[in-house]
């Protein structure tokens, strides 16, 4: 079993930065997809950005050149820096873990962390 807890969500102005860690506690971290995704009220859960087992990196057009999605093997810790936050970027962001050797044991979810952001 896997679990994810998130944390670093807040009110931040629009422009400003925050940074999301998700902390994963399970077995084999490396072999993981790790993802960052976001639910906005009224709307369904997106993907934001993806990070492969190999360290390959994905992003929703919305938030590309804004965030980055990083990992510290050694730490089991995910993280996603969101710079130049819009009021657009506001929701629930949720992290989540894929084995790519178990694939049918299906995507792991944290409790997700809010992300406010102000105009």
């Known amino acids: 079993q896997v679990q994810l807890v998130e944390s670093g969500g807040?009110?931040?102005q629009a422009g400003?930065?925050?940074?999301?860690?998700c902390a994963f506690f399970g077995n084999f971290f490396s072999i993981?997809?790790?993802?960052?995704?976001?639910?906005?009220?009224?709307?369904?859960?997106?993907?934001?950005?993806?990070?492969?087992?190999?360290?390959?990196?994905?992003?929703?057009?919305?938030?590309k050149?804004?965030?980055t999605i990083s990992r510290d093997i050694p730490k089991n810790t995910v993280y996603l820096q969101m710079n130049n936050l819009k009021v657009e970027d506001t929701g629930i962001y949720y992290c989540s873990a894929l084995n790519v050797r178990s694939i049918s044991s299906g995507e792991f979810w944290g409790q997700g962390t809010q992300v406010t952001v102000s105009s």
Do not use: K
């Open 10 to 12: 807040g009110l931040v």
């Open 16 to 21: 400003g930065s925050l940074r999301l860690s």
């Open 32 to 63: 993981h997809i790790m993802g960052w995704y976001r639910q906005a009220p009224g709307r369904e859960r997106e993907l934001v950005a993806r990070i492969t087992a190999g360290g390959g990196e994905n992003y929703a057009d919305s938030v």
């Open 65 to 67: 050149g804004r965030f």
